[in-house]
């Protein structure tokens, strides 16, 4: 089965198509226009994915080789994510498979992060646990299949993307910041600082807490030190993410302790961080498990993992009928 599968829940508009499981072509056009204001404007954000989609599609059907009338199902992200956003993508495809007279498949796009390991392999083996972490979600996984998941924790308050954006902008740093926060850690000291951590039980997080302590920790070195972030901005960032990395890591410790299934993946936007991707690597090979770390182009939000999870979907003919609504708050 060919699809077409859509991703428009926040500021990059995608679009994919695959073919039987593999990827034909893949697009994103990532909104700079956001920069400007320290983060996503949703009003600007829906205008600019209703600018952008038609081109990206027109663009991955191209770079396939293929017709429209060549697609047998199209795909779309259904949420969770911002509403104006969202009903882009939205009534894009419902009008694109009522068009072509095709399934239409509405995705979740936390399960799609989950299943884009399975766009290249090696893909990890169920059930496995997968720690999604994004601007929006910070979630453990138990995965059984590709269609059965279960959250076994996430977080009570902000996301750990968030806890990086939000350091990031106070320490004057362009949006999205974590990337920035990540670049100046590697040439700093990961104990000049330290930060508290916030210990919810089980496998819940808490991410405000920390937030708000590196807001204090800012100013009180501010008053007396005016040039404080100019003069210690390495320092700074590698010990603050390493706080957010130990918090991450304990927690997927007890989920393997907990279940005792060591096959680990991760997921979402912050999975690009690179300290976190060399840590979960040298903790599994420490640990005796196996670890799947995605693909840089699979890590930040994008169309083949929703083509991905769309191709897993229809194999269970779990699809949507055109009355299917787009929600910011779709349940998992
Ligand atoms: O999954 P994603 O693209 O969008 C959401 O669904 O939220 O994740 C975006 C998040 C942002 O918070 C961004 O700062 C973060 O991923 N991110 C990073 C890095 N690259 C992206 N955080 C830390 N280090 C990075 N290298
Ligand atoms: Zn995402």
């Known amino acids: ?55 990206v599609v027109q663009e991955t059907l191209k770079k396939a080789n293929l017709q429209f009338s060549d697609l047998q199902a199209v795909a779309f992200t259904q949420g969770p994510g911002l509403l104006g956003a969202l009903l882009v993508g939205a009534s894009y495809a419902k009008s694109l498979a009522w068009a072509l007279n095709v399934p239409l498949i509405a995705v979740n796009h936390l399960k799609a992060h989950v299943l884009a390991h399975f766009i290249e392999k090696p893909s990890p083996s169920f059930p496995f646990l997968c720690l999604t972490v994004s601007g929006g979600h910070t979630q453990i996984l138990l995965v059984q299949s590709p269609i059965n998941m279960q959250i076994l924790g996430q977080t009570q308050d902000d996301a750990v993307g968030e806890a990086f954006d939000k350091a ?24 000049a600082y330290s930060f508290p951590t916030s210990q919810l039980k089980d496998l819940d997080f808490s991410f405000s807490g920390m937030k708000t302590s590196f807001l204090y920790f800012l100013q009180k070195h501010l008053t007396t030190q005016p040039d404080f972030i100019t003069q210690n901005l390495n320092d700074i960032c590698a010990s603050y993410q390493q706080a957010l990395i130990n918090v991450l890591l304990t927690k997927l410790k007890l989920a393997v302790a907990q279940t005792g299934i060591k096959e680990v993946a991760l997921a979402g936007g912050v999975s690009a961080n690179s300290a976190l991707r060399k840590q979960l690597q040298a903790l599994g090979e420490h640990e005796g498990w196996q670890t799947y770390i995605p693909k840089f182009e699979y890590c930040t939000d994008n169309a083949a993992m929703i083509a991905m999870t769309a191709h897993f979907m229809a194999q269970e003919n779990v699809l949507a009928d055109l009355e299917v609504q787009a929600l910011p708050r779709l349940p998992f």
């Open 1 to 55: 089965m060919i699809i077409l599968a859509i991703e428009s829940s926040c500021d990059e508009t995608s679009a994919a198509i695959m073919r039987d499981g593999v990827l034909l072509s893949h697009l994103v056009a990532t909104q700079t226009i956001h920069e400007q204001y320290g983060g996503v404007v949703p009003e600007l954000a829906s205008r600019a994915h209703e600018q952008n989609i038609v081109p």
């Open 168 to 191: 990031a902008k106070l320490l004057g740093l362009p949006y999205p910041g974590g990337r920035w926060i990540d670049h100046y850690a590697q040439t700093g000291n990961a104990l």
